[in-house]
């Protein structure tokens, strides 16, 4: 003989699939619902308690997790002279907020994606640096 046992509470049902048709039934997906708790499910008011939850979420939205404090550093041949152009495109984002990459970009000659690579510290040519230092000014040691 098959067991069965409560969605719910856990009891041990008689036969499998009772679940009572309901929306809060059909919202958590039960199957298998004692008679104590099919009482419960039909005297449950689902779309109060989800609009109760949207309120109360709405007034308080939950805080994401911090993202851990990782900057990348530029790394390779010519890691230092990276660094200091790197320092260089950051300070220019940071004074011409939303939008600066793309002018970077038309300045320096250089697809955004690749100047958003260099920004991510992803593997870049150097002479790609140094073309987008020429443009903000920072003279390298090429």
């Given at each position: 003989?098959?067991?069965?046992?409560?969605?719910?509470?856990?009891?041990?049902?008689?036969?499998?699939?009772?679940?009572?048709?309901?929306?809060?039934?059909?919202?958590?997906?039960?199957?298998?619902?004692?008679?104590?708790?099919?009482g419960l499910v039909r005297?449950?008011?689902?779309?109060?308690?989800?609009?109760?939850?949207?309120?109360?979420?709405?007034?308080?939205?939950?805080?994401?997790?911090?993202?851990?404090?990782?900057?990348?550093?530029?790394?390779?041949?010519?890691?230092?002279?990276?660094?200091?152009?790197?320092?260089?495109?950051?300070?220019?984002?940071?004074?011409?907020?939303?939008?600066?990459?793309?002018?970077?970009?038309?300045?320096?000659?250089?697809?955004?994606?690749?100047?958003?690579?260099?920004?991510?510290?992803?593997?870049?040519?150097?002479?790609?640096?140094?073309?987008?230092?020429?443009?903000?000014?920072?003279?390298?040691?090429?």
């Amino acid at each position: 003989m098959i067991k069965y046992f409560c969605d719910v509470c856990g009891a041990e049902t008689d036969a499998g699939g009772n679940a009572p048709c309901s929306p809060a039934s059909e919202l958590c997906g039960l199957e298998d619902v004692c008679p104590r708790c099919e009482g419960l499910v039909r005297g449950l008011d689902a779309s109060g308690l989800v609009l109760a939850e949207l309120r109360r979420l709405a007034r308080n939205p939950p805080v994401p997790e911090p993202i851990p404090d990782f900057v990348p550093v530029p790394a390779g041949r010519g890691a230092a002279e990276k660094r200091e152009i790197l320092a260089a495109v950051n300070t220019f984002r940071q004074e011409r907020g939303p939008g600066a990459v793309p002018l970077l970009s038309k300045l320096a000659g250089v697809e955004e994606s690749v100047l958003r690579d260099m920004i991510e510290c992803h593997k870049v040519p150097l002479a790609t640096w140094r073309k987008v230092g020429k443009a903000l000014g920072v003279e390298g040691g090429g």
